[in-house]
Nanobody, 123 residues
Framework: QVQLVESGGGLVQPGGSLRLSCAAS????????MGWFRQAPGKQRELVAG???????NYADSVKGRFTISRDSAKNTVYLQMNSLKPEDTAVYYC?????????????????WGQGTQVTVSS
């Protein structure tokens, strides 16, 4: 079994910063990619940023230059540093992992999701 546990959300004023963390634990063999998605009320879930096993990253156009995704491979943890936050960044942020895990009948690849953490940008 694999779990993703997120932390770091909260309320921040426009222009402020927050850092989200997501730690993956369990019977993990290898991680192909980890990322952050977000979902605002009444909107579809969208990709914010992703980081791949080789270290390459990608970002939504709306966060480029403001958000930075990074990882600590030894801890199976991914971070999202969010600077210059705007009210439109308000959403529930979800951690996502594409990984290979160990099962009773062998290894299998699956996508896992965290429980979500609320980020509210408001004055």
């Amino acid at each position: 079994q694999v779990q993703l546990v997120e932390s770091g959300g909260g309320l921040v004023q426009p222009g402020g910063s927050l850092r989200l963390s997501c730690a993956a634990s369990g019977s993990i063999v290898s991680i192909n990619a980890m990322g952050w998605f977000r979902q605002a009320p009444g909107k579809q879930r969208e990709l914010v940023a992703g980081i791949f096993s080789g270290g390459s990253t990608n970002y939504a156009d709306s966060v480029k230059g403001r958000f930075t995704i990074s990882r600590d491979s030894a801890k199976n943890t991914v971070y999202l540093q969010m600077n210059s936050l705007k009210p439109e960044d308000t959403a529930v942020y979800y951690c996502n992992a594409d990984l290979l895990s160990r099962g009773s009948s062998g290894n299998f690849r699956r996508i896992y999701w965290g429980q979500g953490t609320q980020v509210t940008v408001s004055s």
